[in-house]
């Protein structure tokens, strides 16, 4: 009876296993940063025009200034 042996390449299990790992903290930080940033736009949302005239953000800049460059 003969044994079939397999060289594995480490390199190669622990990128997979990095990116593994990694994937979920990545998709739980963009829900946290997406929640945050829905907070914040709805706070600025429900200033009135003085006060968001005080801390120079105009009421049709509000989306981009929270989110910034997507």
């Not at 042996?5 to 990694?22: G, H, P, Q, R």
């Not at 709805?42 to 509000?62: C, E, F, N, P």
Request: net charge positive; glycine share 6%; hydrophobic share 45%.
């Amino acid at each position: 009876m003969t044994a079939i042996t397999f060289e594995y390449n480490t390199a190669i299990f622990s990128t997979l296993f990095a990116l593994v790992t990694k994937f979920p903290v990545k998709v739980a930080n963009g829900i946290y940063r997406a929640y945050k940033c829905r907070q914040a736009e709805k706070q600025l949302s429900a200033m009135d025009a003085h006060l968001l005239a005080d801390i120079g953000v105009a009421r049709g800049d509000i989306h981009s200034r929270v989110w910034g460059k997507l």
